[in-house]
């Protein structure tokens, strides 16, 4: 069974451009994730989906962050315009059991805003 | 709010050592809890869980047992090896599809020979 896909896995920016992530989560997994983890911290998550409407996004800074779920498989995350504080890795997990909500996770796209 | 509070690291011990890495909780109801390990260069994965209280989890050696009297799962092994060096995470959920999952800051281990 192929696990959670996220790409790139690295990406350099400068403050104020944009940039994009994109995962495509294990199949048949309903319910879908984007945590960010700065160095040294636990992941917080950003926002959560469930099929492709949104459950909980009250983390995500609107201002600058967006995300969508179209067709309810895939997933993009985008930052614009970043900022220096964004240097993370962005973490996709997905789910299928809705009672024991273990997560499946990738291995993370690495930003750095320079 | 809800929230996972983890001993800080680093943590170093040696081949064949006892360890212990605490976990205290704050939530209300009765949520689920986890432990997640993240090995070098790798994603997070499940390392064990428990959804109730007086559970015990347990996988590869691990254990960590649900006390809700005194709201920790504290992460136990008898002898660790090398191979567990890694960053683990002790996490809590409501166990429902639209509750998240809420991370500790995470401890990392370091074992040497």
């Known amino acids: 069974e192929a696990g959670v896909a996220q790409s790139p896995r690295y990406k350099i920016i400068e403050k104020r451009q944009s940039v994009a992530f994109w995962c495509n989560p294990i199949?048949?997994?309903?319910?879908l994730y984007w945590y960010q983890q700065i160095l040294g911290q636990g992941p917080k998550l950003l926002i959560q989906f469930q099929n492709n409407g949104v459950v909980d996004d009250s983390q995500l800074p609107k201002d600058r962050f967006s995300a969508e779920r179209l067709k309810g498989v895939d997933s993009t995350l985008k930052i614009q315009p970043a900022k220096l504080e964004d240097s993370a890795v962005y973490l996709c997990a997905s789910t299928i059991n809705q009672v024991t909500q273990e997560l499946f996770f990738g291995e993370g796209s690495r930003l750095t805003v320079l | 709010g809800d929230s996972v509070t983890q001993m800080e690291g680093p943590v170093t011990l040696s081949e064949e050592a006892f360890l212990t890495i605490n976990c205290t909780y704050t939530a209300t109801g009765y949520p689920s809890l986890f432990w997640y390990v993240q090995y070098p260069g790798e994603g997070l994965q499940l390392l064990l869980k428990?959804?109730?209280?007086?559970d015990k989890g347990s996988n590869k050696g691990f254990e960590a047992t649900y006390r809700k009297e005194t709201t920790s799962f504290h992460l136990e092994k008898g002898s660790v090896q090398v191979s567990d060096s890694a960053v683990y995470f002790c996490a809590l959920s409501k166990g429902t599809s639209y509750d998240k999952v809420i991370f500790g800051p995470g401890t990392s281990l370091s074992v040497i020979p």
């Open positions: 199949s048949g997994h309903a319910t």
């Open positions: 428990a959804t109730k209280a007086d």
